[in-house]
């Protein structure tokens, strides 16, 4: 059974940093894509970030380019997400989920919720 | 704003078909092969329920069809049954710098 369990959500104050963490089981980790997708409170989805099987490709929605470093430890399963500069618009539930075909997120975690607030 | 536009409700009653939509453009929806649908049910994350337009993953009910035409995708549930109300997200791949793109969500309510 495929399981992606995210954790290290909390409340932080504006311009403070986090790491979410995201342990994938179930499936052979090393071969997909992987993914985060957020979701504000009472709002819809947001791609947030992609990373390829061996991590030498990354690729960031926009408002977080330059804040947000997407990182995965294969020999642990195991997917990071480190956001500095955090701004009150990046509260939101925090999903990793993985990627199938190019954009089919075929399985996500519960979610972490990460609140940005003073 | 979302990318995608998708209506914010629509209702039905059990038994009944109903159609969702979501529009986008050349961009996405129109220009490729790649639309998605999921269901979120409240607090819980979201599922799968169609992906490349048409097809329906492992163990999701026929209820469930996907179709598109030029830039509009659609998602139709036959036979409306009180679990099927959640909201419901389209997304598409996309030529632009966002690589997936998500409609606004869709409140599916069965009356």
């Known amino acids: 059974e495929v399981q992606l369990v995210e954790s290290g959500g909390g409340l932080v104050q504006p311009g403070g940093s986090l790491r979410l963490s995201c342990a994938a089981s179930?499936?052979?980790?090393?071969?997909?894509?992987m993914s985060w997708v957020r979701q504000a409170p009472g709002k819809g989805l947001e791609w947030v970030a992609n990373?390829?099987?061996?991590?030498?490709?990354?690729y960031y929605v926009d408002s977080v380019k330059g804040r947000f470093t997407f990182s995965r430890d294969n020999a642990k399963n195991s997917l990071y997400l480190q956001m500095n500069s955090l701004r009150a618009e990046d509260t939101a539930v925090y999903y990793c989920a993985r990627l199938s075909d190019y954009s089919n997120f075929d399985y996500w975690g519960q979610g972490t919720l990460v609140t940005v607030s003073s | 704003q979302s990318a995608l536009t998708q209506p914010a409700s629509v209702s039905g009653s059990p038994g009944q078909s109903i159609t969702l939509s979501c529009t986008g453009t050349?961009?996405?929806?129109?220009?490729?092969?790649?639309v998605s649908w999921y269901q979120q049910h409240p607090g819980k994350a979201p599922k799968l329920m169609i992906y490349e337009v048409t097809n329906r993953p492992s163990g999701i009910s026929n209820r469930f069809s996907g179709s598109k035409s030029g830039n509009t995708a659609s998602l139709t549930i036959s036979g409306l049954q009180a679990e099927d109300e959640a909201d419901y997200y389209c997304s598409s791949y996309t030529s632009g710098s966002t690589y997936v793109v998500f409609g606004g969500g869709t409140r599916l309510t069965v009356l």
């Open positions: 990373i390829k099987q061996d991590g030498s490709e990354k």
């Open positions: 050349s961009s996405d929806v129109g220009g490729y092969n790649y």
């Open positions: 179930g499936f052979t980790f090393s071969t997909y894509w």
